[in-house]
Protein backbone atom coordinates (compact mmCIF):
# COMPACT_ATOMS: atom_id res chain seq x y z
CA UNK A 1 0.00 0.00 0.00
CA UNK A 2 1.28 3.40 -1.06
CA UNK A 3 -0.08 6.34 0.90
CA UNK A 4 -0.74 9.55 -1.20
CA UNK A 5 -2.22 12.86 0.23
CA UNK A 6 -4.85 14.07 -2.19
CA UNK A 7 -5.20 18.23 -2.25
CA UNK A 8 -8.70 18.72 -2.39
CA UNK A 9 -9.25 16.14 0.18
CA UNK A 10 -6.27 17.43 2.93
CA UNK A 11 -8.81 19.90 3.56
CA UNK A 12 -11.03 17.69 5.35
CA UNK A 13 -9.17 14.83 6.17
CA UNK A 14 -5.85 15.83 8.07
CA UNK A 15 -4.57 12.46 7.84
CA UNK A 16 -4.57 11.86 4.31
CA UNK A 17 -6.25 9.23 1.96
CA UNK A 18 -4.63 5.55 1.44
CA UNK A 19 -5.31 4.03 -1.33
CA UNK A 20 -4.50 0.54 -2.65
CA UNK A 21 -1.86 -0.04 -5.36
CA UNK A 22 -0.44 -3.25 -6.79
CA UNK A 23 3.41 -3.37 -5.82
CA UNK A 24 4.05 -5.25 -9.38
CA UNK A 25 1.67 -4.36 -12.37
CA UNK A 26 1.81 -7.05 -14.72
CA UNK A 27 1.16 -4.74 -17.67
CA UNK A 28 2.83 -1.86 -19.37
CA UNK A 29 -0.53 -0.28 -19.48
CA UNK A 30 -1.28 -0.59 -15.99
CA UNK A 31 2.05 0.76 -14.89
CA UNK A 32 1.45 4.03 -17.08
CA UNK A 33 -2.48 4.15 -15.38
CA UNK A 34 -0.26 4.34 -11.90
CA UNK A 35 1.80 6.86 -12.54
CA UNK A 36 -0.75 8.62 -14.73
CA UNK A 37 -2.60 8.59 -11.23
CA UNK A 38 0.34 9.66 -9.17
CA UNK A 39 1.00 12.46 -11.71
CA UNK A 40 -1.98 14.36 -9.71
CA UNK A 41 -1.47 13.46 -6.35
CA UNK A 42 1.31 14.31 -3.88
CA UNK A 43 3.38 11.84 -2.50
CA UNK A 44 4.49 11.63 1.35
CA UNK A 45 5.66 9.32 3.76
CA UNK A 46 5.41 9.07 7.99
CA UNK A 47 8.84 8.52 8.45
CA UNK A 48 11.19 9.24 11.97
CA UNK A 49 13.64 9.88 9.48
CA UNK A 50 12.45 13.12 8.46
CA UNK A 51 9.35 15.03 9.29
CA UNK A 52 7.25 15.74 6.20
CA UNK A 53 7.72 19.08 4.34
CA UNK A 54 5.59 21.96 5.08
CA UNK A 55 5.26 22.09 0.96
CA UNK A 56 4.53 19.15 -0.24
CA UNK A 57 5.69 19.19 -3.62
CA UNK A 58 4.10 16.96 -6.62
CA UNK A 59 5.42 13.77 -8.02
CA UNK A 60 7.59 14.57 -11.40
CA UNK A 61 5.07 14.10 -14.02
CA UNK A 62 6.00 11.04 -16.68
CA UNK A 63 4.28 11.06 -20.05
CA UNK A 64 2.62 8.49 -21.74
CA UNK A 65 5.40 6.92 -24.33
CA UNK A 66 4.15 5.88 -27.93
CA UNK A 67 5.73 2.27 -29.58
CA UNK A 68 9.26 2.78 -30.02
CA UNK A 69 9.84 5.04 -26.62
CA UNK A 70 12.88 4.45 -24.53
CA UNK A 71 10.43 2.72 -21.45
CA UNK A 72 10.58 -0.62 -21.02
CA UNK A 73 7.55 -2.09 -20.10
CA UNK A 74 9.93 -4.87 -18.58
CA UNK A 75 11.74 -2.27 -16.23
CA UNK A 76 9.25 -1.66 -12.95
CA UNK A 77 8.32 1.84 -12.28
CA UNK A 78 10.22 3.78 -9.54
CA UNK A 79 8.02 5.15 -7.19
CA UNK A 80 9.59 7.48 -5.33
CA UNK A 81 7.82 8.38 -1.48
CA UNK A 82 9.03 12.02 -0.38
CA UNK A 83 12.36 11.37 -1.59
CA UNK A 84 15.17 13.87 -1.46
CA UNK A 85 18.71 15.33 -2.55
CA UNK A 86 20.55 17.15 0.75
CA UNK A 87 23.12 19.66 0.16
CA UNK A 88 26.23 20.38 2.87
CA UNK A 89 28.38 23.66 2.36
CA UNK A 90 32.23 22.40 3.21
CA UNK A 91 34.61 25.59 4.16
CA UNK A 92 38.06 25.28 1.77
CA UNK A 93 40.83 25.29 4.30
CA UNK A 94 44.13 26.23 2.40
CA UNK A 95 43.24 23.53 -0.33
CA UNK A 96 44.05 21.16 2.29
CA UNK A 97 40.55 20.38 4.05
CA UNK A 98 37.54 20.57 2.93
CA UNK A 99 35.01 20.91 6.37
CA UNK A 100 31.66 20.54 7.35
CA UNK A 101 28.69 19.81 9.87
CA UNK A 102 27.15 17.34 11.45
CA UNK A 103 25.05 17.24 14.75
CA UNK A 104 25.35 14.88 17.63
CA UNK A 105 23.01 14.06 20.15
CA UNK A 106 19.41 15.52 21.69
CA UNK A 107 21.40 18.43 22.52
CA UNK A 108 22.44 18.94 18.89
CA UNK A 109 26.26 19.15 19.23
CA UNK A 110 27.80 20.94 16.23
CA UNK A 111 30.72 18.98 15.07
CA UNK A 112 32.93 20.19 12.14
CA UNK A 113 34.08 16.91 10.28
CA UNK A 114 35.52 15.44 7.20
CA UNK A 115 33.39 13.86 5.03
CA UNK A 116 35.55 10.89 3.96
CA UNK A 117 35.01 8.02 1.29
CA UNK A 118 38.21 6.51 2.41
CA UNK A 119 37.19 5.49 5.51
CA UNK A 120 33.94 3.62 6.94
CA UNK A 121 33.41 4.17 10.62
CA UNK A 122 31.89 7.59 11.87
CA UNK A 123 34.53 9.41 14.70
CA UNK A 124 33.52 11.60 17.00
CA UNK A 125 35.74 13.61 19.05
CA UNK A 126 34.81 12.48 22.52
CA UNK A 127 35.32 14.25 26.11
CA UNK A 128 36.90 10.67 26.81
CA UNK A 129 39.79 11.78 25.27
CA UNK A 130 41.95 13.75 27.15
CA UNK A 131 44.86 13.72 25.05
CA UNK A 132 46.12 17.86 23.68
CA UNK A 133 45.11 17.15 20.25
CA UNK A 134 41.71 15.93 21.39
CA UNK A 135 40.81 18.56 24.37
CA UNK A 136 41.84 21.48 21.46
CA UNK A 137 38.96 20.47 19.51
CA UNK A 138 35.20 20.58 20.02
CA UNK A 139 34.17 17.42 22.09
CA UNK A 140 31.05 15.57 22.04
CA UNK A 141 29.62 14.81 25.94
CA UNK A 142 27.46 11.98 25.80
CA UNK A 143 26.46 12.62 29.62
CA UNK A 144 24.22 15.15 28.33
CA UNK A 145 22.70 13.79 25.28
CA UNK A 146 18.92 12.14 26.15
CA UNK A 147 19.63 9.96 22.98
CA UNK A 148 22.78 7.73 23.74
CA UNK A 149 22.93 3.85 23.94
CA UNK A 150 25.93 2.37 25.47
CA UNK A 151 27.55 -0.52 22.81
CA UNK A 152 30.81 -0.16 24.74
CA UNK A 153 33.02 -2.51 22.07
CA UNK A 154 36.46 -1.27 21.70
CA UNK A 155 37.69 -0.14 18.48
CA UNK A 156 41.42 0.57 16.84
CA UNK A 157 41.90 1.94 13.62
CA UNK A 158 45.24 3.04 11.54
CA UNK A 159 45.07 5.84 9.58
CA UNK A 160 47.72 6.89 6.74
CA UNK A 161 48.15 9.26 9.12
CA UNK A 162 48.02 8.24 12.53
CA UNK A 163 46.34 5.87 14.94
CA UNK A 164 42.58 6.48 16.17
CA UNK A 165 41.16 4.31 19.52
CA UNK A 166 37.58 4.39 20.48
CA UNK A 167 34.44 3.21 22.08
CA UNK A 168 30.89 2.31 19.83
CA UNK A 169 28.17 3.61 20.92
CA UNK A 170 24.85 4.61 19.26
CA UNK A 171 23.75 7.78 19.20
CA UNK A 172 21.38 10.50 17.12
CA UNK A 173 23.05 12.36 14.28
CA UNK A 174 21.72 15.30 11.92
CA UNK A 175 23.22 16.16 8.46
CA UNK A 176 21.61 18.81 6.48
CA UNK A 177 18.03 17.98 5.79
CA UNK A 178 18.62 14.15 7.42
CA UNK A 179 17.75 12.48 10.52
CA UNK A 180 19.66 9.05 11.25
CA UNK A 181 18.43 7.71 14.92
CA UNK A 182 20.52 4.74 16.67
CA UNK A 183 23.70 5.67 14.54
CA UNK A 184 26.67 3.83 15.72
CA UNK A 185 29.42 6.39 16.69
CA UNK A 186 32.77 5.53 17.36
CA UNK A 187 33.99 8.02 20.41
CA UNK A 188 37.76 8.55 20.07
CA UNK A 189 39.46 8.25 23.46
CA UNK A 190 43.18 8.15 22.25
CA UNK A 191 44.56 8.98 19.36
CA UNK A 192 48.13 9.35 17.92
CA UNK A 193 50.41 11.14 15.62
CA UNK A 194 48.39 13.95 13.47
CA UNK A 195 44.94 12.09 12.93
CA UNK A 196 43.30 15.08 14.95
CA UNK A 197 46.47 17.06 16.17
CA UNK A 198 46.55 19.43 12.79
CA UNK A 199 42.87 20.23 11.71
CA UNK A 200 40.15 21.90 12.33
CA UNK A 201 37.45 18.92 12.25
CA UNK A 202 36.11 17.50 15.74
CA UNK A 203 34.70 14.39 13.66
CA UNK A 204 35.80 12.19 10.55
CA UNK A 205 32.44 10.55 8.90
CA UNK A 206 33.44 7.96 7.00
CA UNK A 207 31.32 7.19 3.63
CA UNK A 208 33.51 4.43 2.61
CA UNK A 209 32.27 0.81 1.53
CA UNK A 210 30.84 -1.37 4.62
CA UNK A 211 32.91 -4.24 4.66
CA UNK A 212 35.63 -2.08 6.72
CA UNK A 213 33.08 -0.83 9.56
CA UNK A 214 33.84 -2.15 12.66
CA UNK A 215 31.86 -4.77 13.97
CA UNK A 216 30.07 -5.17 11.38
CA UNK A 217 27.70 -2.03 12.29
CA UNK A 218 26.15 -0.03 9.88
CA UNK A 219 27.92 3.38 8.57
CA UNK A 220 26.23 5.93 8.19
CA UNK A 221 25.27 6.10 4.33
CA UNK A 222 23.72 2.48 5.27
CA UNK A 223 21.97 3.52 7.49
CA UNK A 224 20.50 6.22 5.31
CA UNK A 225 20.29 4.14 2.38
CA UNK A 226 17.76 1.51 4.86
CA UNK A 227 15.70 4.73 5.26
CA UNK A 228 14.67 5.04 1.78
CA UNK A 229 14.49 8.52 2.00
CA UNK A 230 16.86 9.33 -0.86
CA UNK A 231 16.14 10.23 -4.52
CA UNK A 232 19.67 8.05 -5.76
CA UNK A 233 21.75 6.08 -3.35
CA UNK A 234 24.64 8.07 -4.21
CA UNK A 235 26.84 11.06 -2.84
CA UNK A 236 28.54 13.38 -4.94
CA UNK A 237 31.76 15.95 -3.94
CA UNK A 238 32.30 19.30 -5.92
CA UNK A 239 35.49 20.96 -4.19
CA UNK A 240 35.71 24.69 -4.99
CA UNK A 241 39.80 25.82 -4.74
CA UNK A 242 39.01 29.18 -3.66
CA UNK A 243 40.69 29.33 0.08
CA UNK A 244 38.57 30.05 2.95
CA UNK A 245 35.58 30.10 0.80
CA UNK A 246 31.99 27.58 1.39
CA UNK A 247 31.38 27.09 -2.24
CA UNK A 248 32.39 23.23 -1.92
CA UNK A 249 29.50 20.93 -1.44
CA UNK A 250 28.48 17.23 -0.74
CA UNK A 251 25.10 16.23 -2.27
CA UNK A 252 23.71 12.99 -0.70
CA UNK A 253 21.12 11.52 -2.98
CA UNK A 254 21.80 13.59 -6.30
CA UNK A 255 24.46 15.16 -8.73
CA UNK A 256 24.52 19.34 -9.66
CA UNK A 257 24.83 19.39 -13.41
CA UNK A 258 26.35 22.72 -12.96
CA UNK A 259 29.15 21.97 -11.18
CA UNK A 260 30.87 20.41 -13.92
CA UNK A 261 31.55 20.80 -17.97
CA UNK A 262 30.78 17.52 -20.41
CA UNK A 263 29.76 14.49 -19.63
CA UNK A 264 30.30 12.65 -16.46
CA UNK A 265 32.12 9.01 -17.36
CA UNK A 266 31.43 6.46 -14.75
CA UNK A 267 33.85 3.61 -14.00
CA UNK A 268 33.18 0.56 -12.20
CA UNK A 269 34.24 -0.28 -8.12
CA UNK A 270 36.75 -2.80 -8.50
CA UNK A 271 37.45 -3.08 -4.71
CA UNK A 272 34.66 -4.43 -1.69
CA UNK A 273 37.11 -2.45 0.48
CA UNK A 274 38.03 0.59 -0.67
CA UNK A 275 36.13 3.21 -3.40
CA UNK A 276 38.74 1.87 -6.17
CA UNK A 277 38.87 2.15 -9.65
CA UNK A 278 40.91 0.79 -12.29
CA UNK A 279 44.21 2.86 -13.50
CA UNK A 280 45.46 2.00 -16.86
CA UNK A 281 48.46 3.46 -16.91
CA UNK A 282 50.21 7.04 -15.63
CA UNK A 283 51.90 9.24 -18.02
CA UNK A 284 54.22 12.33 -18.22
CA UNK A 285 53.17 14.89 -20.97
CA UNK A 286 51.37 11.92 -22.30
CA UNK A 287 54.74 9.51 -22.91
CA UNK A 288 54.46 6.17 -21.13
CA UNK A 289 57.00 5.59 -18.56
CA UNK A 290 55.54 2.21 -18.01
CA UNK A 291 53.73 2.94 -14.23
CA UNK A 292 50.80 0.89 -14.25
CA UNK A 293 50.82 -0.22 -18.21
CA UNK A 294 53.00 -3.74 -17.41
CA UNK A 295 51.89 -6.59 -15.10
CA UNK A 296 51.94 -4.31 -12.54
CA UNK A 297 48.20 -3.32 -12.60
CA UNK A 298 47.15 -0.31 -10.96
CA UNK A 299 44.08 0.80 -8.70
CA UNK A 300 42.98 4.14 -7.69
CA UNK A 301 41.18 5.19 -4.42
CA UNK A 302 39.12 8.27 -4.61
CA UNK A 303 39.57 9.50 -1.23
CA UNK A 304 37.98 12.82 0.03
CA UNK A 305 39.87 12.14 3.20
CA UNK A 306 43.54 12.37 2.10
CA UNK A 307 44.69 16.07 1.28
CA UNK A 308 46.75 15.08 -2.10
CA UNK A 309 47.81 12.07 -3.85
CA UNK A 310 49.73 8.95 -2.83
CA UNK A 311 51.12 5.91 -4.65
CA UNK A 312 53.31 2.86 -4.30
CA UNK A 313 57.08 4.69 -3.51
CA UNK A 314 58.93 2.93 -6.54
CA UNK A 315 56.18 3.85 -8.86
CA UNK A 316 56.28 7.64 -7.80
CA UNK A 317 59.75 7.51 -7.83
CA UNK A 318 59.81 6.69 -11.15
CA UNK A 319 57.22 9.32 -12.24
CA UNK A 320 58.59 12.25 -10.48
CA UNK A 321 62.44 11.21 -11.78
CA UNK A 322 60.75 12.01 -15.42
CA UNK A 323 59.69 15.70 -14.11
CA UNK A 324 63.08 17.60 -14.41
CA UNK A 325 63.47 20.88 -12.85
CA UNK A 326 65.79 23.04 -13.26
CA UNK A 327 67.61 24.81 -10.24
CA UNK A 328 65.52 26.88 -8.10
CA UNK A 329 62.38 25.49 -10.08
CA UNK A 330 62.66 28.47 -12.16
CA UNK A 331 60.67 26.15 -14.92
CA UNK A 332 58.05 24.70 -13.12
CA UNK A 333 55.30 26.34 -15.40
CA UNK A 334 56.83 24.38 -18.25
CA UNK A 335 56.85 21.08 -16.89
CA UNK A 336 54.84 18.47 -18.52
CA UNK A 337 51.38 17.18 -17.33
CA UNK A 338 51.08 14.56 -15.45
CA UNK A 339 47.84 11.96 -16.55
CA UNK A 340 46.24 8.85 -15.20
CA UNK A 341 44.36 6.73 -17.67
CA UNK A 342 41.37 5.30 -16.15
CA UNK A 343 39.25 3.18 -18.73
CA UNK A 344 40.87 4.58 -21.41
CA UNK A 345 40.18 8.32 -20.14
CA UNK A 346 42.90 10.87 -19.07
CA UNK A 347 42.25 12.97 -16.35
CA UNK A 348 45.49 15.38 -16.22
CA UNK A 349 47.16 17.23 -13.31
CA UNK A 350 49.07 20.80 -14.76
CA UNK A 351 52.54 21.72 -12.92
CA UNK A 352 50.86 24.31 -11.18
CA UNK A 353 48.61 22.05 -9.74
CA UNK A 354 50.74 19.19 -8.93
CA UNK A 355 53.56 21.18 -7.79
CA UNK A 356 54.23 23.48 -4.70
CA UNK A 357 56.67 26.09 -4.77
CA UNK A 358 59.11 27.70 -1.85
CA UNK A 359 60.28 31.11 -1.80
CA UNK A 360 64.09 31.16 -0.87
CA UNK A 361 63.13 31.89 2.79
CA UNK A 362 61.71 28.62 3.30
CA UNK A 363 57.99 29.39 3.16
CA UNK A 364 56.14 27.34 1.18
CA UNK A 365 53.10 28.72 -0.89
CA UNK A 366 49.72 28.60 -0.86
CA UNK A 367 48.42 25.13 -2.62
CA UNK A 368 47.70 26.37 -6.53
CA UNK A 369 49.64 29.51 -5.71
CA UNK A 370 52.94 30.57 -7.20
CA UNK A 371 55.38 33.36 -6.33
CA UNK A 372 57.34 35.49 -8.43
CA UNK A 373 60.18 33.07 -10.12
CA UNK A 374 62.47 35.49 -9.12
CA UNK A 375 61.10 34.47 -5.34
CA UNK A 376 61.24 30.65 -5.50
CA UNK A 377 64.04 28.43 -3.97
CA UNK A 378 62.75 25.42 -4.82
CA UNK A 379 59.71 22.98 -5.13
CA UNK A 380 58.27 20.25 -4.00
CA UNK A 381 56.04 17.57 -5.83
CA UNK A 382 52.02 16.85 -4.53
CA UNK A 383 52.45 13.28 -5.41
CA UNK A 384 54.28 11.45 -2.03
CA UNK A 385 54.71 7.71 -1.56
CA UNK A 386 52.65 5.76 0.53
CA UNK A 387 53.12 1.76 0.79
CA UNK A 388 49.62 0.02 1.42
CA UNK A 389 50.10 -3.36 2.43
CA UNK A 390 49.31 -7.09 1.10
CA UNK A 391 46.99 -7.05 -1.66
CA UNK A 392 46.77 -3.06 -1.63
CA UNK A 393 50.24 -2.41 -2.68
CA UNK A 394 49.92 -1.33 -6.13
CA UNK A 395 47.09 1.32 -4.73
CA UNK A 396 47.19 4.62 -5.53
CA UNK A 397 45.15 7.54 -3.56
CA UNK A 398 43.56 10.39 -5.62
CA UNK A 399 42.93 12.78 -2.68
CA UNK A 400 41.22 16.52 -2.58
CA UNK A 401 44.13 17.44 -5.34
CA UNK A 402 42.67 15.20 -7.96
CA UNK A 403 39.07 15.34 -6.62
CA UNK A 404 39.18 19.50 -6.74
CA UNK A 405 39.79 19.16 -10.62
CA UNK A 406 37.37 16.40 -11.27
CA UNK A 407 33.71 16.54 -9.86
CA UNK A 408 33.45 12.77 -7.97
CA UNK A 409 29.89 11.10 -7.62
CA UNK A 410 29.88 7.87 -5.78
CA UNK A 411 27.07 5.53 -6.51
CA UNK A 412 25.92 2.92 -4.51
CA UNK A 413 23.78 1.08 -6.57
CA UNK A 414 25.66 0.78 -9.66
CA UNK A 415 28.88 0.30 -7.53
CA UNK A 416 30.29 2.77 -9.99
CA UNK A 417 32.65 6.13 -9.80
CA UNK A 418 31.41 9.64 -12.09
CA UNK A 419 33.89 11.63 -12.79
CA UNK A 420 34.20 14.81 -15.04
CA UNK A 421 35.65 18.10 -15.05
CA UNK A 422 34.79 20.73 -12.20
CA UNK A 423 33.54 24.30 -13.28
CA UNK A 424 35.34 26.92 -12.19
CA UNK A 425 38.85 25.49 -11.38
CA UNK A 426 41.10 28.43 -10.65
CA UNK A 427 44.06 29.14 -12.73
CA UNK A 428 47.72 29.41 -11.47
CA UNK A 429 47.78 32.84 -9.30
CA UNK A 430 50.44 34.53 -8.72
CA UNK A 431 50.87 34.99 -4.44
CA UNK A 432 51.68 38.65 -3.04
CA UNK A 433 55.27 39.15 -2.85
CA UNK A 434 55.32 39.59 0.91
CA UNK A 435 53.74 36.40 1.24
CA UNK A 436 51.69 37.26 4.06
CA UNK A 437 52.01 34.37 6.23
CA UNK A 438 50.09 31.77 5.12
CA UNK A 439 51.86 28.19 5.93
CA UNK A 440 51.22 24.57 4.81
CA UNK A 441 52.33 21.67 6.32
CA UNK A 442 54.51 19.64 4.04
CA UNK A 443 54.52 16.22 5.30
CA UNK A 444 57.55 14.90 6.58
CA UNK A 445 59.01 12.81 3.93
CA UNK A 446 58.25 15.02 1.06
CA UNK A 447 61.28 16.00 -0.35
CA UNK A 448 62.04 19.30 -2.53
CA UNK A 449 64.80 20.28 -5.43
CA UNK A 450 67.24 23.23 -4.76
CA UNK A 451 69.67 22.35 -7.59
CA UNK A 452 68.85 20.83 -10.93
CA UNK A 453 67.10 17.39 -11.32
CA UNK A 454 63.48 15.73 -10.30
CA UNK A 455 61.09 16.19 -8.05
CA UNK A 456 61.67 12.41 -7.07
CA UNK A 457 61.71 11.74 -3.29
CA UNK A 458 64.63 10.58 -0.83
CA UNK A 459 62.43 7.90 1.32
CA UNK A 460 60.37 5.55 1.05
CA UNK A 461 57.56 5.29 3.75
CA UNK A 462 55.68 2.46 4.69
CA UNK A 463 52.12 2.46 5.87
CA UNK A 464 52.61 3.08 8.71
CA UNK A 465 54.66 6.52 8.13
CA UNK A 466 57.72 5.58 8.83
CA UNK A 467 61.12 5.74 6.48
CA UNK A 468 61.91 2.18 5.41
CA UNK A 469 65.29 2.93 4.45
CA UNK A 470 67.02 6.52 2.90
CA UNK A 471 67.52 6.19 -0.75
CA UNK A 472 70.53 7.50 -3.03
CA UNK A 473 69.93 10.67 -4.28
CA UNK A 474 69.03 11.18 -7.95
CA UNK A 475 71.03 11.91 -10.76
CA UNK A 476 73.24 13.41 -8.10
CA UNK A 477 70.32 15.89 -6.92
CA UNK A 478 70.60 17.93 -3.26
CA UNK A 479 67.19 17.06 -1.30
CA UNK A 480 66.25 20.01 0.86
CA UNK A 481 63.87 18.54 3.72
CA UNK A 482 60.71 21.61 4.16
CA UNK A 483 59.98 22.45 7.47
CA UNK A 484 56.72 21.74 8.70
CA UNK A 485 56.52 23.88 12.36
CA UNK A 486 53.98 25.94 10.94
CA UNK A 487 51.53 23.00 10.07
CA UNK A 488 48.68 23.82 12.36
CA UNK A 489 46.37 24.78 9.34
CA UNK A 490 46.19 20.89 8.33
CA UNK A 491 44.85 18.28 9.31
CA UNK A 492 45.71 14.79 8.17
CA UNK A 493 47.22 14.40 5.05
CA UNK A 494 45.89 10.76 4.28
CA UNK A 495 42.97 9.76 6.30
CA UNK A 496 42.76 6.58 4.70
CA UNK A 497 42.02 3.54 6.60
CA UNK A 498 44.45 0.96 6.78
CA UNK A 499 42.91 -2.65 6.92
CA UNK A 500 45.79 -4.09 8.08
CA UNK A 501 45.99 -6.21 11.55
CA UNK A 502 46.78 -3.81 14.14
CA UNK A 503 50.69 -3.14 16.48
CA UNK A 504 50.20 -4.42 20.26
CA UNK A 505 50.02 -0.93 22.40
CA UNK A 506 53.83 -1.61 23.37
CA UNK A 507 54.46 -2.40 19.50
CA UNK A 508 53.56 0.67 18.84
CA UNK A 509 54.88 3.15 21.35
CA UNK A 510 58.25 1.02 20.29
CA UNK A 511 58.01 2.30 16.91
CA UNK A 512 56.65 5.91 17.59
CA UNK A 513 59.85 6.53 19.70
CA UNK A 514 62.03 5.05 17.31
CA UNK A 515 60.04 7.03 14.30
CA UNK A 516 60.59 10.71 16.67
CA UNK A 517 64.26 9.62 17.25
CA UNK A 518 65.17 9.05 13.54
CA UNK A 519 63.36 12.54 12.60
CA UNK A 520 65.01 14.25 15.13
CA UNK A 521 68.56 13.19 14.36
CA UNK A 522 67.38 14.42 10.36
Known sequence: VLAIRIPAVQQEYDEGVSIDLERNPHSHEHKIS????????????LSDAIAPPKDITAFPEVGHKESGSDLNPDEDIDIQRNKISSAILLRNYFNTQFIGLIEVGSIRK????????????????????????????????????KTFRKVGLPVVVRFGSGVLRGIVNREIVYLKGL??????????????????????????VGLGLPKMAAHGFNPLFDNIIDQKILKNNLFSFYFDREMMASKSKLIFGGVDHSLYEGKLQYHPVKCDTYWAIDIDNVMIGGKDIGICSGKEKC?????????????????????LTNVRVAKGCKNFNDLPPISFVINGIEYSL??????LTVKKDKKPDPVYEHSDLSQIGHCAGLIMPLNLPGKYENYWILGDLFMSKYYSVFDRDKKRIGLAQAKGVLKPKTAEPSGSGVNVQIPMMLNST??????????????????????????????????????????????????EPELSREQENDELFKHVVKNIRR
Open 34 to 45: MVNLLQRVHTYT
Open 110 to 145: KMRCIFDSGSTNLWVNSIRCKTPGCRRHRQYNWKSS
Open 179 to 204: KIPKQEIIEVKHQSQNVLNRGHYDAI
Open 299 to 319: RGIIDSGTSFITGPSQMVRTL
Open 350 to 355: DPWEYV
Open 450 to 499: SGEGSLAVEEEPDYYGRAKHKAKDIHGMNFAALSSQDDDILGAPNQVEIT
